[in-house]
């Protein structure tokens, strides 16, 4: 039983180079989130998704898409990256609609954008 | 302002100290609140969730002030592996959802 992961755990980039960030789940959980982190910033949320099918936008959206094609699975995509990208994102999971459920989160994965 | 705001630190205390950290947030619609713990170049853990009656969970309390709209967290009798940044994380509804919004967090360094 893994919980989350995230793929992949490093990677460097070039500025206007594309990637794809997975982040796969065993939970079986309903909602997904991607965040980034950065020095002194907190985490902000990206972009989240409340069922497989669904996306939406979070805090700081642009540059980043999204897909949940199936539920154990969240992709985040940078299409041309910018070195206002470097930081390092986490995904979470919460079980359901309920505002007391838990968050759980990947490991991370850190981006750097040259 | 910010919708959570933290006094980012760090608090400085010796072992077996009594450390409190506050977390103040804007909107009054806000429904639950948590504290998440984050290890250096760890991802957050929940330490514990923020009831309104308050609540604790060994050397650890939480409350909730909705009046004047900030939560809590107090360590008692501090170890060394307490040290660790706290994140205070408030949910609000929005289109039939919760989002969840982060403070920056506050530092925490425990030392002998």
């Known amino acids: 039983n893994a919980g989350v992961t995230q793929t992949p755990k490093f990677r460097v980039l070039k500025t206007g180079q594309s990637m794809t960030l997975l982040c796969a789940q065993d939970m079986n959980h309903e909602y997904m989130y991607w965040y980034r982190q950065d020095p002194g910033m907190g985490l902000r949320l990206i972009h989240y998704?409340?069922?497989?099918?669904?996306?939406a936008k979070g805090e700081v959206p642009d540059g980043y898409n999204v897909s949940r094609l199936k539920k154990q699975n969240f992709l985040l995509g940078l299409e041309s990256a910018a070195p206002s990208q470097t930081s390092v994102y986490f995904c979470?999971?919460?079980?359901?609609?309920?505002?007391?459920?838990?968050?759980?989160f990947g490991p991370g994965t850190r981006l750097t954008v040259l | 302002r910010k919708e959570v705001e933290q006094d980012p630190g760090p608090f400085n205390v010796p072992e077996g100290a009594t450390v409190a950290f506050n977390c103040t947030y804007s909107?009054?619609?806000?429904?639950?609140f948590f504290w998440y713990r984050q290890d250096c170049r760890k991802e957050p853990k929940l330490l514990m969730s923020v009831y309104s009656s308050g609540n604790e969970d060994g050397r650890f309390t939480a409350q909730l002030n909705r009046a004047s709209q900030y939560i809590s967290l107090l360590i008692r009798d501090s170890k060394l592996s307490d040290s660790a940044t706290y994140l205070c994380?408030?949910?609000?509804?929005?289109?039939?959802?919760?989002?969840?919004?982060f403070g920056r967090g506050t530092s925490l360094i425990v030392h002998p």
């Open positions: 994380v408030v949910n609000r509804a929005s289109g039939g959802s919760y989002i969840p919004t």
């Open positions: 998704s409340v069922g497989e099918g669904t996306t």
């Open positions: 909107n009054s619609a806000s429904q639950s």
């Open positions: 979470a999971v919460k079980q359901g609609a309920s505002s007391t459920d838990t968050q759980y």
